[in-house]
């Protein structure tokens, strides 16, 4: 199907895109990489009044390592982020999960901003955050703020975002050297978005797992850290009985969804299976 | 003089088509642009099965760009009723099977109730289909819904709501056929298992969509409509009824088609009412259906519902096989019993089984129509048969494969007569064929049989679980009735042949150009082939059911035939000698062991000519052209078998094909290279059906697969490369030899899978009984032990 | 009514121009106002891969690109492959290999694959058939595309000679 109508705008600088979307007063959408909204917009599922086009302003796609924090401009597409060094060393979950997102042609277009942005409860990225303890920059008509992971990802396709607010920045502190990270995602086909998948981040010292970060996608309405289970670990360390212990915790913390794909049960089965593998992917030491 | 040249037939020769597709210069129906030409949008049923109470075009009709708009009601008024357009049933079948078959007719544009989610009500034409589209969401219909019919058993319970009321019920067909004594039989068997196995419905999904152009000439008051088709002579056919025309004004031109499938192969309401909309506003109008569209309304395949009771002795040898089936045909029947015979016909397979009992009834329901899609019911058949075979090698601890030989007709009993007759009436009869040969050389392209059990021991021990499974086929092709061929010489030497085929991807321009070369020993470069054209021949099929090899090359022969005695009569005039001292040579005619006495093709038709100083003896009529209409006797029969490997991941339940083997035989292979793409394309597809494909409705009839984020489709990622294995049976029955191949590979896929994952869990004791298998499916039985997934 | 845009971009090394609606996809814009019929429509839901074009060099599916993103772009489209109707090395290892059927999904496998090699001359199987899940084939079943693709990255690493 073809859009509907809707008055176009290119604007120059954040500022006036900030103040077109104020005008608008919620009709309007921000347009990233589009690779989420346009179709949307084809199946006339979403048809806002206007668009505002963000590809023209300057300066929103970079990938900066200032001291302890890896800032990645909004606007920087997935395909930057797959082939940069820098995060290949500082947020090598990031640079495992980028790969499982969609395919080569998304990967060109789609943005980190857009993604987080849209935060579809299958996608990796708003995993990503949530595992890496990111947070974002948005700035509205009434300035910027920063917003740490948890209090930005609200629901299905809901973020804590005002409908004049974008999102500039997003920041993830480095990876420390002796972390671990696995991102096990399963969904039918490669590319397809996850019916479930877990990302695990571990930081051992000898048994003792000093630090686990586990993140959900595909298994509720938004990405969850999966804090009881990374407790377990925290707690029990990283044998064999406490990855399993913390993998039956995951799976009874998140509130999955029955659909198409899959019913609550089975994706609650799949949390189990997937953040176990997780896990001990992780803890391998190098 | 050169020894003579190796033929044409035979060899991989690339691809004429390939040129233009690859440059981006091939020319689809979304490609044409008339001038004036206006864009149709379709208003389609949001509800599975409602009386339409109204219909308010009044706002659309105002809306910018809007050039005319048309519901249902209206339509109703304009033209007289759709007739009916089924294929028709040979005689010889009517008398010979037993049936009752009710046709329900499909209005152009629904008029007094919808019956399925996506079925059109309504037409917007304006200047562009954005605007099409804006005026189409200003239509405001009013609906009285009715209850949804969408499971086929609730369909034909009592107090069910009646999808096409005339009728009185929702069963709309009922066929059966049978050998032996099925019943006796299977009371007797010292074993008997019963199963109910459900192929789900899926779907072609050809990544070009349906599209129409018409145009409409008022000079010559003739119409020109180009289409997405397989079939342009029936589209000429209807079009011409429909609009009360000559067939002689209607021309129906297929362009390049992005894929058929089958699923293009009949004619479609949009195929009459688009030229009738050309007509009626005077300006062309072009309708290219969207994917979203093409997922509600284009038609689905598969979906039927077996319960098989098999009878066996203690060797394995089948001693009865008894079928009910239902057919799930979705809310219009246009191709009849086509399918649902094809199941029973096939149902048998490469066996020996003397006691056989088929009964189907096919049921309308709150679904998008049912309509054949390569394989055309023979998957579902293969599904129930090669279950069964797979469960009665479990009840008595035999591998699957020696059950198979237990029980395959052995190439020394061929030509074998199977008890029952095909769709055209005729006895069937395998023409020949090695189904132990094929069984052996698969299992053994995939590793051999030992090696994989070895495999797989050691495997399970690692807490793995690899499975292999195979699939078995018979495949009539070639069917009637008939297909023509035009062969016509030009003063230039270049041979002209028109076909009433119609490709869809095949590389048909190819095929036949081999084909001609070696008829008339020209280079291949001298032949021009034109298809899918209603100019170009009066009379034509068209391309479904694995035909168009076998019928077109036939039809190309017997027109040769009866030309090449016209020609060596003029020939042997211009020569002074006998027309038996003369032989093809080289685009020449020439005396037998004279290599200097020669005359070219090219003197040959200008000697044709009429008129004056013309070149042919007394007798002989001017002009070198003939038209042959090949009329099989009936279908000549491949065969194949399908080995799989998987390795199921019982955490996930993600199924990953590790191997994959077809043995084939399609008798005598024109173009090597065109064959294997055949096979693996069609196998490709059938992994869809397998492993990812299915229409999901709910019970409310909405289709919960209408994109393709939920309608999934293999990918390159999600298969490996396929080794396949040629066997050569030619066939008796055309003077090639060859047989059809284009569905084959799509048959064996769903259950070779199928088997393949229950023998990976048979730990488990878990049985896969039902396409496709889930995910969900696998964690559940590896957890339960459960025999079939509870829908 | 919205008002309409003028598009100024770079197609295939020519400079074009056009003016449409705002919502006009960039595939509808390059088929009918550019006349570029070769970039194929299958889906309009960014899943199938077939309207899949170059946009500064980089692939990306048009039917999920509105026109006006296009301004200032340097587009290429499958018409821009070949030189002077010289099949470019891709698309005469297709031709060998037998990497297309119907051809409607061809554009696009070609411009995915070209992408991909740039970034990956010398991939696996493996590889080649993960870049191309991008693109859906009801034709062939991958396998030729496959065979395709690896030959013609072969070729095109002779014609770009060592180093």
Redesign the interface.
């Known amino acids: 199907?073809?859009p509907?109508?809707f008055e176009y705008h290119a604007p120059a600088t954040l500022d006036a895109a900030i103040a077109l979307l104020a005008r608008h007063k919620g009709e309007a959408r921000p347009l990233a990489g589009g690779q989420s909204l346009l179709p949307m917009m084809n199946?006339?599922v979403v048809t806002p009044a206007a668009i505002v086009d963000l590809n023209r302003i300057p300066g929103l796609a970079y990938i900066r390592a200032e001291g302890g924090t890896v800032r990645i401009g909004a606007m920087t597409r997935h395909r930057q982020v797959e082939f940069s060094p820098v995060i290949a060393e500082k947020l090598p979950l990031l640079a495992e999960a980028i790969r499982l997102v969609a395919h080569l042609p998304i990967r060109t277009r789609g943005t980190m901003g857009g993604s987080l942005a849209h935060a579809d409860p299958a996608a990796e990225l708003p995993m990503v955050l949530q595992a890496l303890e990111g947070e974002v920059v948005a700035r509205g008509p009434g300035g910027e703020r920063t917003i740490k992971a948890a209090d930005f990802l609200r629901g299905m396709l809901t973020t804590s975002l005002a409908a004049d607010e974008i999102l500039t920045e997003v920041r993830f502190p480095a990876t420390p050297p002796r972390a671990r990270c696995a991102v096990e995602e399963?969904s039918?086909?490669?590319?397809?978005?996850a019916?479930a998948a877990v990302a695990a981040v571990i930081e051992r010292d000898g048994n003792r797992c000093v630090k686990a970060r586990l993140a959900t996608a595909g298994v509720g309405p938004a990405s969850i850290r999966l804090r009881d289970a990374e407790a377990i670990l925290e707690r029990d360390g990283l044998g064999d009985d406490a990855v399993d212990a913390a993998a039956a915790k995951a799976a009874a913390t998140v509130e999955p969804q029955s659909d198409?794909q899959?019913?609550a049960e089975?994706r609650r089965?799949?949390t189990r299976?997937?953040a176990a593998?997780a896990v001990r992917r992780a803890r391998t030491v190098q | 003089m050169a020894a003579p040249r190796a033929p044409f037939v035979g060899r991989p020769m690339?691809?004429r088509?390939?040129?233009r597709?690859?440059?981006?210069?091939?020319?689809?129906v979304?490609?044409l642009?008339l001038p004036r030409m206006l864009h149709a949008a379709f208003v389609r049923s949001p509800l599975a099965h409602a009386r339409i109470r109204s219909v308010d075009l009044s706002r659309a009709a105002a809306a910018?760009g809007v050039a005319y708009v048309l519901s249902g009601m209206q339509l109703a008024q304009l033209l007289p009723p759709v007739p009916d357009h089924q294929v028709a049933l040979p005689g010889k079948w009517r008398t010979t099977v037993k049936h009752h078959i009710l046709n329900p007719q499909q209005a152009l544009l629904a008029a007094d109730k919808v019956r399925h989610v996506g079925e059109a009500y309504a037409v917007v034409v304006a200047e562009s289909?954005?605007a099409a589209?804006?005026a189409a969401?200003l239509i405001e219909a009013e609906f009285d819904p009715l209850p949804a019919v969408i499971d086929p058993e609730a369909a034909l319970a009592p107090g069910a709501a009646i999808v096409h009321e005339q009728f009185g019920t929702n069963l709309i067909a009922e066929l059966s056929a049978a050998k032996g004594d099925a019943a006796g039989a299977l009371a007797q068997a010292p074993h008997r298992l019963a199963r109910r196995f459900h192929h789900e419905r899926y779907a072609?999904?050809?990544?070009?969509?349906r599209g129409v152009v018409s145009e409409y000439d008022r000079r010559t008051q003739s119409l020109t409509t180009w289409s997405s088709t397989q079939v342009v002579h029936w589209v000429r056919r209807e079009v011409a009824a429909t609009l009360g025309m000559p067939e002689a004004r209607v021309r129906c031109v297929a362009l390049?088609?992005?894929?058929g499938?089958g699923i293009k192969g009949h004619v479609y309401p949009e195929d009459l009412l688009i030229p009738f909309l050309a007509r009626e506003i005077g300006r062309p109008v072009k309708w290219i259906e969207?994917?979203?569209e093409h997922l509600m309304c284009s038609c689905h395949s598969r979906d039927q519902i077996h319960d098989v009771e098999i009878g066996f002795d203690d060797t394995g040898r089948i001693l009865a096989f008894r079928d009910r089936f239902l057919a799930d045909s979705g809310a219009f029947n246009p191709i009849g019993s086509g399918v649902t015979y094809n199941t029973i016909a096939h149902l048998m397979g490469p066996y020996r089984i003397d006691n056989f009992a088929a009964e189907a009834r096919v049921v309308a329901t709150n679904k998008v129509p049912n309509a054949p899609y390569r394989g055309a019911g023979r998957p579902e058949a293969a599904l129930a048969t090669e279950r069964a075979m797979d469960l009665v090698a479990g009840a008595l601890g035999m591998e699957p494969a020696e059950v198979r030989r237990r029980n395959m007709i052995r190439p020394d009993e061929m030509p074998y007569k199977l008890g029952i007759v095909y769709r055209d009436g005729e006895p069937i009869v395998y023409d020949g064929g090695d189904y132990a040969g094929a069984l052996d050389k698969a299992l053994a392209a995939v590793g051999g049989l030992a090696a994989f059990r070895e495999r797989q021991k050691a495997a399970r021990a690692q807490g793995r679980h690899l499975g292999l499974g195979i699939g078995c086929y018979t495949e009539g092709t070639g069917a009637g009735p008939f297909e023509g061929a035009t062969v016509r010489i030009e003063p230039s030497g270049k041979i002209y042949v028109a076909g009433g085929a119609c490709p869809?991807?095949?590389?048909m321009e190819t095929i036949f150009a081999q084909v001609v070369a070696d008829a008339w020993q020209v280079d291949i470069d001298d032949v021009v082939v034109t298809l899918a054209d209603t100019a170009a021949i009066p009379m034509g099929f068209g391309t479904v059911a694995s035909r168009s090899t076998v019928t077109l090359s036939a039809a190309i022969h017997h027109a040769s035939d009866r030309l090449r005695e016209k020609v060596f009569a003029i020939a042997a005039n211009l020569l002074e000698c006998g027309p038996q001292d003369l032989e093809l040579r080289n685009g020449t005619v020439g005396v037998i062991g004279v290599p200097d006495m020669a005359v070219p093709l090219a003197k040959v038709a200008q000697a044709a000519r009429p008129g004056w100083d013309h070149g042919r003896p007394a007798g002989i009529d001017a002009g070198l052209e003939d038209t042959y209409y090949f009329e099989p006797p009936t279908v000549t029969w491949s065969y194949a078998v399908h080995a799989v490997i998987v390795e199921v991941d019982i955490?996930?339940?993600?199924v990953r094909l590790d191997r994959y083997a077809v043995a084939h035989d399609c008798g005598v292979v024109v173009n090597p290279?065109?064959v294997?793409?055949q096979i693996?394309?069609?196998?490709?597809?059938g992994v869809g059906g397998g492993l990812?494909e299915r229409f999901?409705y709910d019970e409310e009839g909405q289709l919960?697969?209408g994109?393709?984020?939920?309608y999934?489709?293999?990918?390159?990622?999600?298969?490996p490369?396929?080794a396949l294995v040629h066997l050569h049976s030619p066939s008796p029955l055309n003077p090639l030899g060859v047989k059809g191949l284009g569905e084959g590979?799509a048959i064996a896929p769903p259950v070779a899978i199928a088997n393949a994952v229950a023998d990976a869990l048979r730990p488990f004791g878990a049985e896969f009984n039902s396409t496709p298998i889930?995910?969900?499916q696998i964690?559940?039985s590896a957890q339960q032990g459960a025999s079939r997934w509870p829908k | 009514?919205a008002e309409p845009v003028t598009i100024r971009l770079t197609v295939n090394g020519e400079a074009r121009e056009g003016r449409c609606?705002p919502?006009?996809l960039l595939a509808d814009f390059l088929?009918?106002d550019l006349g570029?019929?070769?970039?194929?429509?299958?889906?309009?839901?960014g899943?199938?891969g077939?309207c899949t074009i170059h946009v500064n060099g980089e692939a990306a599916r048009s039917c999920i690109m509105l026109a006006a993103q296009a301004e200032g772009a340097e587009l290429r489209?499958?018409?821009g492959?070949?030189e002077n109707?010289k099949?470019h090395p891709l698309?005469q290892a297709?031709?060998?290999k037998?990497g297309?059927?119907?051809?409607?999904?061809?554009?696009g496998m070609?411009m995915v694959a070209l992408d991909f090699l740039r970034h990956n001359p010398d991939p696996t199987?493996a590889e080649?058939?993960?870049a191309?899940?991008?693109?859906?084939?009801?034709?062939?079943?991958?396998?030729?595309?496959?065979r395709a693709i690896a030959a013609g990255a072969a070729a095109m690493r002779k014609t770009a000679g060592p180093g």
Do not use: N, W
């Open positions: 199907m073809k509907a109508q199946f006339r399963f039918r086909r490669r590319g397809d978005f019916i198409q899959g019913s089975y089965h799949l299976v997937l593998r | 690339l691809r088509e390939d040129r597709l690859l440059l981006g210069e091939g020319q689809y979304a490609d642009v910018p289909r954005y589209e804006d969401a072609a999904l050809p990544i070009e969509c390049d088609v992005g894929g499938f969207d994917r979203h869809q991807g095949q590389g955490g996930t339940g993600g290279m065109l294997e793409g693996i394309g069609g196998t490709v597809q990812f999901a919960l697969t994109s393709l984020m939920d999934l489709a293999p990918t390159a990622s999600d298969v490369d396929i590979g889930l995910p969900e964690v559940r | 009514m609606e919502r006009k088929r009918e570029l019929t070769g970039t194929h429509v299958g889906c309009e839901h899943v199938c077939a489209t499958i018409e492959v070949a109707g099949f698309q297709f031709h060998e037998h297309l059927q119907c051809g409607f999904c061809t554009p070609l199987e080649i058939r993960e191309i899940s991008a693109v859906l084939c009801r034709c062939t079943g991958y396998r030729d595309i496959v």
